[in-house]
C-alpha cells in the first residue's frame, strides 16, 4: 500500500469507530477485507488510528470524522506534511484533494485551543485529572498522547541485566536499562522483534510497564502472597522473581488468568491458582495484593479509546467494585499483614479517595504507604497504596 493508500484505510477504519464500533473491531474487520494489506501495512494504519485517537482533540479542529482527524494528523507529521498534495490527490486509492474550508481550517491558531484539544480528553476528565494533578495535569496530559514505550522486565532468576541486553542484541531488538526500576529495560529498536527472541522465550525477559515493575519490587517481603486480581500474572511473576514467597493468584474471571500457568512456567515460578472460594480457605496471607479494575487512565497512551469511551456512571460503577474488593481481601490478610491496592489510574476518585473512605469505613484499618508513578517518569501512571490494622 501506498502511504496515501494507508491514510485512506485510517480514515475508513476511524470512521467505522466514530459510528459506534470498538477500535480493536474496526481495525480487525478491515484488515479482512483488505487481503491486499501485508502485516506492515495493518501495523501502519493501526498505528495513523492510535496517534488520532491519542490526540483526538487536537484533531477533531476540522471536525469529528475520520477525514478530519487524518488531514489535521499529517499536517502535524513531520514526515507528511511537506507532501499533503501528492497524498491528498484524489487519484488511485489516495483521499480527495483538501477543499478551501479545510486548508483554512488548518491553519487555524491554537490561542482558540478549548481544554478538550488542549488535555485530549473529554471536559470531565480534564476536570477530574486537574483536581487530582494540580498544576501536573496539563503535563501529564500532554504525556498520554505519545506513544507508549516497550519495556521489559529481567527475570532476575535467569539472568543479569547486562546478560539480557546482550542476548536481545543477538536478535535485533536493542534495549537500554531504564532508571524506575533496577531490572527494567526500555526497547529502543525492533519492538516486535521481542516475542521471537532467545531472550524471551527462554523466560530471561517479560513484556511489563516500567512504573508496574517499580511497584512490585517495592511491595513487602512476605512468606505468603496473594495476587487477588492476578489478571495474565504480570505482578505475582515480578514479585515471585524478588521473594521466596509461596505465590498464590486469584481472578473474579477465570479466563483472565489463561496466560498465567504458561507464563509461569516459563520463568521458572511456581504459582498457585485459587478460586474465591479456595482463597478463604487458603486465607491468611501476610501480603494480599488487589491490582483492582480502573479507569485505566494511567495506560491511555496504550489504549487511547478508553479516554473517549469513559462514563461518569461507569467510573462510579468502577469505584463501587474497587471498594468491595478491598472489603473482600481485607478478610484474607492475616494479623500484621498487609493489604496492598494498585490502581493504574491517575485519579484521586479511585486513589487516594477510595483508601480514606475504605479507613473511614473500617477503622481498624490505616493506610502506611502511598505512592504515585506519573507518565511524566517515562512508564505507565499508578498508584499504591499498603494498609494495615491497627
Ligand atoms: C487491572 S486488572 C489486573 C491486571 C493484573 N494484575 C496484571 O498485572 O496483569 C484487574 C483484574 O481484576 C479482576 N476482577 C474484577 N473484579 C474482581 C473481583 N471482584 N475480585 C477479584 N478480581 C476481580 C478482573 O477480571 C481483572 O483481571
Redesign the pocket.
Known amino acids: 500500500m501506498t502511504p496515501a493508500a494507508r491514510l485512506s484505510a485510517a480514515i475508513e477504519v476511524l470512521d467505522v469507530y466514530l459510528s459506534g464500533t470498538a477500535a480493536e473491531k474496526a481495525l480487525t474487520n478491515w484488515a479482512r477485507r483488505s487481503r491486499f494489506a501485508g502485516s506492515k501495512d495493518r501495523a501502519a494504519v493501526r498505528d495513523i488510528v492510535f496517534e488520532c485517537l491519542r490526540k483526538r482533540g487536537t484533531y477533531a479542529r476540522l471536525g469529528l470524522t475520520g477525514r478530519g482527524l487524518v488531514l489535521c494528523y499529517s499536517t502535524e507529521n513531520a514526515a507528511l506534511v511537506d507532501d499533503m498534495t501528492a497524498l491528498f490527490s484524489g487519484e488511485g486509492h489516495a483521499p480527495a484533494p483538501l477543499s478551501e474550508a479545510e486548508e483554512a481550517g488548518l491553519v487555524q491558531t491554537r490561542d482558540t485551543a478549548s481544554d478538550e484539544m488542549t488535555y485530549n480528553m473529554p471536559d470531565w476528565l480534564s476536570g477530574a485529572l486537574k483536581s487530582s494533578l494540580g498544576d501536573e495535569a496539563v503535563d501529564v496530559a500532554q504525556a498520554l498522547t505519545e506513544r507508549a514505550g516497550v519495556y521489559l522486565r529481567v527475570n532476575s532468576s535467569k539472568g543479569s541485566v547486562e546478560g539480557a541486553i546482550t542476548s536481545l542484541a543477538k536478535d535485533g531488538v536493542i534495549a537500554v536499562a531504564h532508571d524506575v526500576s533496577n531490572l527494567a529495560l526500555h526497547v529502543v529498536e525492533n519492538p516486535r522483534k521481542v516475542s521471537a527472541s532467545e531472550a524471551y522465550t527462554s523466560g530471561l525477559v517479560e513484556l511489563q510497564d516500567a512504573a508496574?515493575q517499580a511497584l512490585c519490587a517495592g511491595l513487602p517481603a512476605a512468606k505468603r502472597m496473594l495476587?487477588?486480581?492476578?489478571?495474565?500474572?504480570?505482578?505475582v511473576l515480578a514479585y515471585g522473581d524478588l521473594n521466596d514467597a509461596a505465590l498464590f493468584a486469584?481472578?473474579?474471571?477465570p479466563q483472565?488468568l489463561r496466560d498465567l500457568t504458561p507464563r509461569a512456567k516459563r520463568a521458572g515460578v511456581k504459582v498457585e491458582i485459587l478460586t474465591?472460594k479456595g482463597c478463604r480457605k487458603a486465607a491468611p496471607f501476610d501480603l494480599v495484593l488487589c491490582?483492582?479494575?480502573?479507569s485505566g487512565s494511567g495506560s491511555w497512551r496504550r489504549s487511547p479509546e478508553g479516554k473517549w469511551s469513559l462514563t461518569q456512571a461507569a467510573l462510579i460503577d468502577l469505584m463501587e467494585?474497587q471498594q468491595?474488593?478491598l472489603r473482600?481481601a481485607a478478610d484474607l490478610v492475616c494479623e500484621n499483614g498487609v493489604l496492598a491496592y494498585a490502581?493504574?489510574s491517575l485519579f484521586r476518585q479511585e486513589n487516594e479517595d477510595q483508601i480514606a473512605q475504605f479507613c473511614d469505613d473500617n477503622p481498624s484499618w490505616s493506610c502506611t504507604f502511598e505512592r504515585r508513578f506519573s507518565p511524566l517518569d517515562g512508564g505507565d501512571g499508578f498508584y499504591i497504596a499498603y494498609l494495615t490494622q491497627k
Open positions: 508496574s495476587d487477588y486480581c492476578a489478571g495474565g500474572g504480570g505482578k486469584h481472578d473474579a474471571n483472565r474465591t491490582d483492582v479494575p480502573c467494585v468491595n474488593i473482600e490502581t493504574c
